[in-house]
């Protein structure tokens, strides 16, 4: 069964409908976001979705809104704050991985103008050339994670099945995966 159909058939969770229908598959222009669903994404890893949903806002007040570069200079009592902090995910390799991840991001912005703007011009590549991408740039991004971000921000096809209402929608801000 595809996340459409999922979320489509009655009993659904709403946390699912509502980020099926609302952001799933949307193309992200802000900086911020991006690294936000990046974040999300890497926490989600060994957890089901619907966990890293039910704790989406305790992230964003816990991440500073995912302000790059605040949490690009977290410093011990931030990472002590943010393993300590039950409502999100406290996992030392996700929480160092989140402060690795916005300082390069920082260097990414300096040379490309935007993390926007390197994830444009690194536009198409394969799931394959994408992790490997990651892997040599950020840090807890593997295959899953990597097709998962890039599918969710707009970049890889596969959000939305083609007979999905959603799917229509988000073709008409044309995301990355329809220039291919």
């Not at 806002?57 to 790059?68: G, R, V």
């Amino acid at each position: 069964m595809s996340y459409c159909e999922y979320c489509e058939q009655e009993g659904a969770k709403q946390v699912h409908v509502d980020y099926h229908n609302k952001s799933y598959g949307f193309p992200l222009e802000d900086d911020n976001a991006l690294f936000g669903r990046l974040i999300l994404e890497i926490n989600q890893a060994g957890l089901s979705w619907e966990t890293i949903l039910n704790k989406e806002a305790n992230f964003i007040m816990a991440y500073s809104n995912f302000n790059i570069d605040a949490i690009a200079n977290y410093q011990e009592e931030d990472r002590a704050r943010l393993l300590s902090d039950a409502g999100i995910i406290r996992n030392k390799l996700k929480v160092n991985a989140a402060i690795h991840n916005a300082q390069q991001i920082l260097v990414l912005q300096k040379e490309f103008g935007s993390f926007k703007q390197w994830l444009n011009n690194n536009h198409p590549l394969s799931r394959d050339e994408w992790t490997k991408l990651f892997k040599k740039t950020f840090k807890f991004v593997g295959g899953e994670i990597v097709n998962e971000f890039l599918m969710s921000t707009g970049y890889l096809k596969g959000a939305h099945v083609e007979s999905c209402p959603v799917f229509a929608e988000i073709a008409k801000e044309k995301p990355k995966w329809m220039e291919i």
